[in-house]
T-cell receptor, first 111, second 112 residues
Framework: GESVGLHLPTLSVQEGDNSIINCAYS??????FIWYKQESGKGPQFIID?????DKRQGQRVTVLLNKTVKHLSLQIAATQPGDSAVYFC??????????FGTGTRLKVLA | DTGVSQDPRHKITKRGQNVTFRCDPI?????LYWYRQTLGQGPEFLTY????????KSRLLSDRFSAERPKGSFSTLEIQHTEQGDSAMYLC??????????FGQGTRLTVV
């Protein structure tokens, strides 16, 4: 079946270090991916997206990498700040209407 | 505020009661989604509207659940005869292009 999973449920990083959050997806038909950030009690916040015809996309302090060969997605956060502490989800869109989410990775930023 | 708006933010109800949630999407977004999220899990797709047409429903959406988007703008999600297992965060998202989807803050439902 379709699934989106994450390799690490919790990631702890020192403030100022770079963070890398990984995601595996299983549907080779997925052509669009989004990373969301979710803080406690709030809805998911759009961070960055990437289409399947791209390998890399950069935003402000964030970079998403897509490896279609191994069906792997990663989110890199540069110079991680305390405000980056949250749960991060990747979502895939396998050509249908819906977005399929994984269970999330909690990022903890240590002072 | 031009984001997705959901009301109420929190709802506590007794088992067996009916509840209704409202979602106001971003203006001019013709695509609207409902998701459900339980603690520690990612959002699960419930249903999708394009304008006023409900084009897809998850099998998670039992007969007790109904969603409408009568004029292609705001949407409502109703749960009849609530059960404790319905306790979750109900999230609404909207999209203009079918790619970027923006979520509201959700409605936290607690069934006691």
């Amino acid at each position: 079946g379709e699934s989106v999973g994450l390799h690490l449920p919790t990631l702890s990083v020192q403030e100022g270090d770079n963070s890398i959050i990984n995601c595996a997806y299983s549907n080779s038909a997925s052509d669009y991916f989004i990373w969301y950030k979710q803080e406690s009690g709030k809805g998911p916040q759009f961070i960055i997206d990437i289409r399947s015809n791209m390998d890399k996309r950069q935003g402000q302090r964030v970079t998403v990498l897509l490896n279609k060969t191994v069906k792997h997605l990663s989110l890199q956060i540069a110079a991680t700040q305390p405000g980056d502490s949250a749960v991060y989800f990747c979502a895939e869109k396998p050509g249908t209407y819906k977005y399929i989410f994984g269970t999330g990775t909690r990022l903890k930023v240590l002072a | 505020d031009t984001g997705v708006s959901q009301d109420p933010r929190h709802k506590i109800t007794k088992r067996g009661q009916n509840v209704t949630f409202r979602c106001d999407p971003i203006s001019e977004h013709n695509r609207l989604y409902w998701y459900r999220q339980t603690l520690g899990q990612g959002p699960e797709f419930l249903t999708y509207f394009q304008n006023e047409a409900q084009l897809e429903k998850s099998r998670l959406l039992s007969d007790r659940f109904s969603a409408e988007r009568p004029k292609g703008s705001f949407s409502t999600l109703e749960i009849q005869h609530t059960e404790q297992g319905d306790s979750a965060m109900y999230l609404c998202a909207s999209s203009q292009t079918g790619d970027e989807a923006f979520f509201g803050q959700g409605t936290r439902l607690t069934v006691v």
